[in-house]
């Protein structure tokens, strides 16, 4: 398998994460999406990542949809580990809170961070580079806090943020804040339960790959790869 | 079964259709999200619609959500008519269009056409309303045109836009064409096979709901509700 990212697009860990979880090591292809490139369009119109790409396979592009994908395609070999639960119901809250993390989690937190921070350096001026809009990221550093106490909510009401069992919905969440805590803008003090609930997923052998990533010229905050921030 | 909507907001007309197809007809209960009231923030965190309801069983909050949903519990018994294929691949690119529609074409063109030609007229000042912003209507009038011509190229290459079948991503392409098509926005000469195609779907006693559907003072386009169009 090959899994088409962006070693910091927070979608990209997610699918990281849960690949491991499966026991997946996919071959990385690096994609900077804003380049457009026409090979890449033709695996995704939406030009976004990640894609997986099988062998004799149509590519699957899209966070949620590769989720579902590996689900239906290897989910019961999971067993007790399944990551998407086997009711209606709970299956509902699993895919409401990954939507939480993936879709709104990244408009109002995680595509600023990485777009104004990360993507801006690598590229060029008229593929929107430049330096950080300060705005933006303000926003982005207010937002965050509201979403790092809707997760210690969940996480002191629950065992995992869906439920009795680890589900997309912890790796989803995990994926945006571990791409906000490389930069540093996690505010892991104002939340206890957060933090604790975060510290259970980082010290999984799963994680391994994401607390490895780095980028030149920009070393990780110092709570990063630490498993006792 | 109770449906908390809009009658404007396209991702409640994707499910309005969906439902319909299933032949069942919910209870409508009209939200104006903007007003962000505490009893409907209960059963969508999000504070988005669409959200159904049912007696005994926890809200289903969101469109793509509501779609899997629906065919979890009750898509076996449509038989040949499923929305979802029973094929992972299959489903794979009903999903991938599903989105393209409630994401992409709700970000570029539909969520700007609702939101200021309609949701507007009813926001109070610190709400929100106003005028409609003529530029933002402009990127969506430019925008609307490659998403028809992506619906037409569809269109003429497969029967239905995923493939043999009707699918989720016909009602969420049609439901977001819909509300363009009340407000006169849909360039309709531009693609004759995406107007052929609308005109099937159009022509279903399911679409019937929808082209009932009217906003005082601001009737509809002379397309909407003319089957011939």
Redesign the interface.
């Known amino acids: 398998m090959h899994l088409h990212h962006h070693p910091f697009c927070p979608h990209s860990r997610f699918i990281r994460l849960v690949l491991a979880e499966y026991g997946i090591e996919p071959d990385l292809v690096e994609q900077r999406v804003w380049e457009r490139r026409p090979d890449f369009l033709a695996l995704n119109?939406?030009g976004e990542t990640p894609v997986i790409v099988e062998q004799q396979?149509?590519s699957?592009?899209?966070a949620?949809?590769i989720a579902?994908?590996l689900d239906?395609?290897r989910g019961l070999a999971l067993g007790d580990r399944r990551l998407l639960p086997n009711g209606?119901?709970e299956?509902?809250?699993v895919?409401?809170l990954m939507?939480?993390f993936n879709?709104?989690m990244f408009l109002e937190v995680t595509d600023h961070l990485v777009r104004e921070r990360i993507y801006k350096r690598y590229m060029k001026a008229d593929q929107g580079g430049g330096p950080p809009d300060a705005t933006v990221l303000r926003a982005a550093r207010t937002n965050i806090r509201y979403h790092l106490k809707y997760i210690g909510w969940l996480a002191k009401a629950r065992n995992w943020l869906a439920g009795e069992r680890m589900s997309h919905a912890d790796l989803a969440a995990a994926a945006h804040l571990s791409v906000a805590d490389y930069l540093g803008d996690v505010p892991w003090d104002e939340d206890e339960d957060a933090k604790a609930w975060y510290a259970r997923l980082k010290s999984r052998p799963t994680f391994r790959g994401l607390l490895n990533d780095s980028i030149p010229g920009m070393p990780a905050s110092k709570t990063y790869a630490d498993l006792d921030f």
Chains 1, 2 share one sequence.
Request: aromatic share 8%.
């Open positions: 119109p939406a396979a149509p699957v592009p899209g949620a949809i579902e994908y239906e395609t209606p119901a299956r509902v809250e895919r409401r939507a939480w879709d709104k």
